[in-house]
């Protein structure tokens, strides 16, 4: 990781502060709080979800030379899609913990902006006796140089003589700001992955 140029302030724009949006990070720390009515551990699992490509990439603001100034391999070109792999590595493999009505979930995957800037997506929050779950989370990356903001909903399906499975939505968004080089970028995945009963979690 190459040492920053210039003196690093995290900023969000003036819609993350709407209290109407999902990605609001004050509402994501409360989803990320939150139990439901759910009972035992039976969703705890892994569950090998491949994103090869976004529902949606939007960005208000995109400069990558503030990536280029803080990592060594950053996107090979200004796209929302580009950004989009260089953070989740196209999969995500969700490490899923499930407590009487809590949930944890991991990001699992071997690679990736999360995992060489030393951060996890550790999303928390509720599970329900209908077999849905919201949770949320907001990560710093490499510091405080990154904010990625998310929130997942997911439904499993424990249908007998099935493979338990579940399928959702990540919405992410990523936020920096580096003197006048911005980053503002919405993501959403589509989830969909059934879980690996050859792997335990410790």
């Not at 969000?12 to 999902?22: G, Q, Y």
Request: aromatic share 6%; charged share 25%.
């Amino acid at each position: 990781m190459r040492t920053p140029l210039l003196a690093l302030s995290l900023a969000l724009s003036a819609s993350a502060c709407n209290a109407d949006d999902p990605l609001d990070p004050d509402l994501l720390q409360r989803v990320a709080r939150r139990t439901g009515d759910a009972s035992g551990t039976a969703l705890s699992g892994v569950y090998p979800m491949p994103a090869t490509t976004p529902r949606r990439c939007e960005c208000a603001e995109l400069d990558t030379a503030v990536l280029e100034q803080l990592f060594e391999s950053p996107p090979a070109s200004a796209t929302c899609g580009n950004l989009a792999a260089w953070i989740f590595l196209k999969q995500i493999r969700l490490e899923i913990r499930h407590y009487d009505g809590f949930m944890l979930a991991t990001d699992g995957v071997p690679g990736g902006i999360l995992v060489f800037t030393g951060a996890r997506l550790n999303l928390t929050g509720a599970v329900y006796e209908d077999d849905t779950a919201e949770l949320a989370s907001v990560t710093y990356i490499s510091g405080d140089e990154l904010q990625l903001l998310a929130r997942v909903q997911l439904t499993f399906d424990e249908t007998p003589g099935a493979p338990r499975s579940a399928s959702g939505l990540l919405r992410s968004r990523i936020v920096s700001r580096v003197a006048d080089a911005n980053i503002d970028c919405e993501i959403d995945f589509d989830l969909e992955g059934v879980a690996d009963l050859e792997e335990r979690l410790p």
